[in-house]
């Protein structure tokens, strides 16, 4: 997932890493606790398999021994690079459909294809459903053991899971309508132009 994001986030724009750093911890922070360490060695593998690229731009007026190397450095995506992005954006699978995974892949759904939106929210319906499953078996075989501050934990977690899974529904619904809409639009154009054709008369 970290690759995806950083991936994605240079695609939007070149960055030096302290910016960077801070458009992950915005992205990353609201699905997991986002470790800095973890970035500078995920940069150094993209930069190795030609994914990214570095541009150093050199202020003359500055001494070299005094200018920062890594604040001067931008991250910029290659040619190799936006071909790995679209790769991952393609990926609709299990991990996808993951808090973690699925974060990510949303925060880039408008570099998504409609078709792969569509399968990660319905992955990500079905497991909340799952755990919806879950949490509800849970709750009734503990509700008459557990304290009250337990219980409201316990409704509270089924509450949320509830409100998302509406949340997904209406998204999955929109998606839908606007892939019908986009449909009809391609038939009726296909249509007029086969109307336009000029037809062959007979000699």
């Not at 939007?12 to 699905?31: A, C, W």
């Not at 709750?139 to 997904?168: F, K, M, P």
């Not at 209406?170 to 449909?183: K, V």
Request: net charge neutral; with cysteine.
């Amino acid at each position: 997932m970290l690759e995806l994001a950083v991936l994605g986030l240079l695609h939007e724009s070149p960055m030096h890493g302290y910016e960077l750093r801070k458009r992950l911890n915005t992205l990353l922070g609201m699905f997991r606790a986002f470790s800095y360490g973890s970035l500078y060695p995920c940069l150094k593998q993209l930069l190795a398999n030609g994914l990214i690229m570095e541009d150093r731009p050199e202020e003359p007026t500055v001494p070299l021994a005094l200018q920062s190397r890594r604040s001067k450095i931008v991250y910029k995506l290659t040619a190799e690079g936006k071909e790995r992005l679209q790769q991952l954006l393609t990926e609709a699978g299990p991990a996808s459909w993951e808090d973690e995974g699925f974060g990510v892949h949303f925060a880039f759904f408008s570099h998504t294809r409609a078709d792969v939106r569509l399968r990660i929210l319905e992955g990500r319906r079905s497991r909340l459903e799952e755990r919806l499953e879950g949490v509800r078996a849970a709750l009734a075989r503990t509700r008459e053991r557990v304290d009250s501050y337990t219980l409201e934990l316990q409704n509270h977690g089924l509450e949320s899971v509830e409100r998302e899974v509406r949340w997904l529904n209406e998204l999955i619904g929109r998606e839908r309508a606007e892939q019908d809409r986009q449909s009809q639009q391609e038939q009726a154009q296909t249509s007029n132009t086969t109307q336009d054709m000029p037809r062959e008369t007979g000699r």
